[in-house]
């Protein structure tokens, strides 16, 4: 069991649904992270959220849009994504900005067909 | 760009020997993270290096740091079934906030 709680675990989408995925941490961490990461690759990151202010989007397409709505939940608003958006998609928090370890989430397995 | 390259990317080894991992990055960090990775599950926290020379041991895994080298060590002693994963190392870096850069990762598969 991890700390940082996503859901869902699995996701099954059309190209021209739009879902979401949430992440939830209540260990006061105040900078979260998502990651997309591709079957035997590293995650690559998507997006950081630092005092819940986008602080980095790393050129991601805006078919995926990130939200922030308080300290403890994140969320990916997904719409229009293609088969080739179909990954692992993992959420990390951590204290803040400085030493500690990124805690990372299960992750939401997704599925574009 | 800041690049983590780990070497080997693969690693089959038996049960009962010793090997390390090597992870070079590219630009000044003195933070180093050591992450491992189960099939089809998320990462776990293994080691966090943050001054040059850090060692850190925990069972049968050792890390360290060479700030001045920019390298870091992942050393197995006596290896175990058990330990078969995908081991990641990450470095920090400052680009408007902070960020993990990861490396290519290390299949490790012990065998019996």
């Known amino acids: 069991d991890t700390e940082v709680t996503q859901t869902p675990k699995h996701l099954v989408m059309g190209m021209t649904n739009k879902k979401s995925l949430k992440c939830e941490q209540h260990?006061?961490?105040?900078?979260m992270y998502w990651y997309k990461q591709k079957a035997k690759k590293p995650p690559e990151l998507m997006f950081v959220?630092?005092?819940?202010?986008?602080?980095i989007n790393e050129s991601v397409p805006s078919r995926f849009s990130p939200e922030c709505p308080n300290s403890s939940l994140l969320n990916l608003h997904l719409h229009a994504l293609q088969p080739e958006d179909s990954a692992l998609y993992l959420c990390?928090?951590?204290?803040?900005?400085?030493?500690?370890?990124?805690?990372f989430g299960d992750g939401t397995r997704l599925s574009i067909l | 760009e800041l690049k983590v390259e780990q070497n080997p990317l693969f690693l089959s080894m038996q049960e009962g020997k010793n090997y390390t991992i090597y992870c070079n990055y590219s630009?000044?960090?003195?933070?180093l993270y050591w992450y491992r990775q189960d099939p089809g599950k998320s990462l776990e926290s293994l080691f966090v290096?943050?001054?040059?020379?850090a060692v850190k041991q925990e069972g049968r895994l050792m890390a360290s740091l060479d700030t001045k080298a920019r390298l870091s060590t992942l050393h197995i002693t006596a290896a175990v079934h058990d330990l078969s994963a995908t081991y990641f190392c990450?470095?920090?870096?400052?680009?408007?906030?902070?960020?993990?850069?990861f490396g290519q990762g290390t299949r490790l598969t012990i065998n019996p």
């Open positions: 990390a928090s951590r204290l803040r900005q400085g030493d500690q370890p990124q805690h």
């Open positions: 630009t000044t960090s003195d933070r």
């Open positions: 290096l943050l001054s040059n020379g």
């Open positions: 959220y630092s005092y819940e202010k986008l602080s």
């Open positions: 990450a470095v920090d870096v400052h680009q408007g906030a902070q960020k993990l850069v």
């Open positions: 260990m006061g961490h105040r900078a």
